[in-house]
T-cell receptor, first 115, second 116 residues
Framework: GAGVSQTPSNKVTEKGKYVELRCDPI?????LYWYRQSLGQGPEFLIY????????DSGLPNDRFFAVRPEGSVSTLKIQRTERGDSAVYLC?????????????FGPGTRLTVL | QKEVEQNSGPLSVPEGAIASLNCTYS??????FFWYRQYSGKSPELIMF????GDKEDGRFTAQLNKASQYVSLLIRDSQPSDSATYLC????????????????FGKGTLLTVNP
């Protein structure tokens, strides 16, 4: 079956602009996660959805970051007033039900570059 | 103290040797542990997971967990050049740890190079 897909694969924007990153999880997976990975670092948790609701958004760095999952499937990560420090690879992962024993499967990521 | 610590490497081993990758974690109540492999420019892919103390073997890979020492390791036997990648250790917290109950916490990863 299809894995997690993310679009776009690359996004270059200018400082101050608004961007949207899309994630399409594995069909049937109720749990969806967003991570951010900077060069030389491991993925850093941003937000977790269980169904349509954000169960844990403790990793969002500030109020410029927001994510939605209105129908419990596709999710969009939205970044307002982008800053150069937002440049990173944004990874989406999904898992079947979101328990600690559940494997998270990662998408290919979106590389965001803020000039 | 960082929550999940790994030696950044690079760890270099000859082809056919055993590669040993180590990880320590700070949350004593952590309940599940994952090893991901990440090739350069690619996303992480799951290699193994382990929940109970002891060893777990899958092909050339063995994960070892010692909760008393808060230590988890990955052994790769008969290392191949195709094993050259960054290996990420990830930990899932205990439900009542006070922090996020749902996030995987990753180490920085260890870069492994297997030389032909």
């Amino acid at each position: 079956g299809a894995g997690v897909s993310q679009t776009p694969s690359n996004k270059v924007t200018e400082k101050g602009k608004y961007v949207e990153l899309r994630c399409d999880p594995i069909s049937g997976h109720t749990a969806l996660y967003w991570y951010r990975q900077s060069l030389g670092q491991g993925p850093e948790f941003l937000i977790y959805f269980q169904g349509t609701g954000a169960a844990d958004d403790s990793g969002l760095p500030n109020d410029r970051f927001f994510a939605v999952r209105p129908e419990g499937s596709v999710s969009t990560l939205k970044i307002q007033r982008t800053e150069r420090g937002d440049s990173a690879v944004y990874l989406c992962a999904s898992s079947l039900i979101g328990t600690p024993s559940d494997t998270q499967y990662f998408g290919p990521g979106t590389r965001l570059t803020v000039l | 103290q960082k929550e999940v610590e790994q030696n950044s490497g690079p760890l270099s081993v000859p082809e056919g040797a055993i590669a040993s990758l180590n990880c320590t974690y700070s949350d004593r109540g952590s309940q599940s542990f994952f090893w991901y492999r990440q090739y350069s420019g690619k996303s992480p892919e799951l290699i193994m997971f382990i929940y109970s103390n002891g060893d777990k073997e899958d092909g050339r890979f063995t994960a070892q967990l010692n909760k008393a020492s808060q230590y988890v390791s990955l052994l790769i036997r008969d290392s191949q050049p195709s094993d050259s990648a960054t290996y990420l250790c990830a930990v899932f917290p205990w439900r009542n740890s006070g922090g996020s109950n749902y996030k995987l916490t990753f180490g920085k990863g260890t870069l492994l190079t297997v030389n032909p």
